[in-house]
């Protein structure tokens, strides 16, 4: 993992664990941790599998589909979980930093794809100064068919409910269903050829990773 995004992701770690209630701090550490250990990650899409075409809504106010993203060439979906989530906005950050330049260079485009409704995909947007496509997979739909989605225990549910979080709602469906963070490289044929996913949310895929990917295909 490259420096910068490794010690801001454990600077994050830090600094919830300081200033959450440490109740809810420890829910959510348990939960990571059993996540990681128990989650089936056999159900998780192969590099070789196709992906359904799919058209989401965009942070402002129009469409993209997959087709468009791969129609020059690869592309870079990172699924996050929303824009209340402080790991997704550090690596949506990095992402942006030190990612997309590079992107750019070799003519790939970067979408990043959440449960949640338009408003928030607009809100991570803003808040995080994106220049890259921020899509709602409102359903779960695209990342369900990858096969990285789980719904929230209800230690969880408590813990979130307790800090006015209610993900029925930011996510418009009623469900507290959420994709495991992760990056997917996907082929102009709409093929997986990398696939990340990262069961415990306080890690992410590093910028390099994705670059190798890339040079590998």
């Given amino acids: 993992m490259s420096t910068t995004l490794e010690n801001e992701l454990n600077d994050l770690r830090t600094q919830s664990k300081e200033k959450l209630p440490p109740a809810v701090s420890a829910v959510f550490a348990a939960d990571a941790e ?14 070789g599998a196709t992906v359904g075409e799919f058209t989401l809504p965009d942070a402002n106010g129009g469409e993209t589909s997959l087709s468009e993203l791969v129609a020059d060439g690869p592309a870079v979906l990172v699924f996050y979980r929303g824009a209340w989530c402080p790991y997704c906005n550090v690596a949506l950050r990095a992402y942006q930093r030190d990612l997309l330049p590079e992107l750019n260079r070799r003519g790939v485009r970067l979408a990043a794809i959440s449960p949640q409704i338009p408003d928030g995909s607009l809100s991570a947007k803003e808040a995080n ?3 890259y496509s921020v899509l709602s997979d409102v359903g779960n739909i695209v990342a369900r068919g990858l ?3 789980f719904r929230t225990s209800d230690e969880v549910r408590e813990a979130q409910s307790s800090l006015g979080l209610d993900l029925g709602v930011q996510n418009g469906t009623g469900e507290w269903e959420l994709p495991h963070p992760a990056v997917a490289v996907v082929a102009a044929d709409r093929t997986i050829q990398f696939l990340d996913v990262h069961p ?3 890690t992410r895929t590093d910028p390099a990773q994705v670059l190798a990917a890339l040079d590998e295909r």
Avoid: H, S
């Fill in 129 to 131: 100064g994106l220049e």
């Fill in 200 to 202: 415990d949310y306080t």
């Fill in 147 to 149: 096969g990285i989605t």
């Fill in 34 to 47: 059993r996540t990681e250990k128990t989650v089936e990650r056999d159900k998780f899409a192969q590099v």
